[in-house]
C-alpha cells in the first residue's frame, strides 16, 4: 500500500496504490482524513486501488462525511470495474462524483463551488 498527496492551487490529489482492506485503511486513514480541511476540493485517485474490503468502504464514508462538514467538494477517479462494482453493489457509487482521470476530475473540482 502506498499513499501519494499532492496539492494543487484548487485541489489536494491523493493518489492510492494497492488494496485497501483492514490493515492498509488503518495505516492510511489519519493522513487521508486530515486532507479535509475545511473548503478543501479532494481527488481521490484510484486507478492504482486493486481491491477494496469494508474497512476501505468506511474509510471512504468517513471521508465523505468530513469533506461536507466543512463545505468541501471530493471526486472520485479511475476506479477498476471491480471497485465500481463493489460501490455499486454497496450504495455507495451514488454518494460521490466519478471521473475517468485526472484531469477531469480536477476540471470539476475547479468548476464546484
Given amino acids: ?11 489536494t490529489v491523493i493518489a492510492i496504490n494497492g488494496q485497501l482492506n483492514a490493515t492498509t485503511t488503518s495505516r492510511i486513514q489519519d493522513d487521508v482524513l486530515s486532507a479535509a480541511q475545511s473548503g478543501q ?3 481521490l485517485d484510484m486507478s492504482h486501488v486493486t481491491y477494496l474490503s469494508s ?3 468506511r474509510m471512504l464514508l468517513l471521508l465523505y ?3 461536507r462538514e ?6 472520485l477517479t479511475g476506479l477498476s470495474e471491480e471497485v465500481t462494482d463493489i460501490m455499486q453493489i454497496t450504495g455507495f ?3 460521490f462524483s466519478i471521473f475517468d482521470n485526472r484531469a477531469t476530475g480536477l476540471q470539476a473540482l475547479k468548476k464546484a463551488g
Avoid: K
Fill in 1 to 11: 500500500m502506498d499513499i501519494n498527496i499532492e496539492t494543487y492551487d484548487q485541489a
Fill in 41 to 43: 476540493r479532494i481527488l
Fill in 55 to 57: 474497512a476501505g468502504l
Fill in 65 to 67: 462525511r468530513r469533506i
Fill in 70 to 75: 466543512n463545505h468541501g467538494f471530493m471526486v
Fill in 93 to 95: 457509487l451514488d454518494l
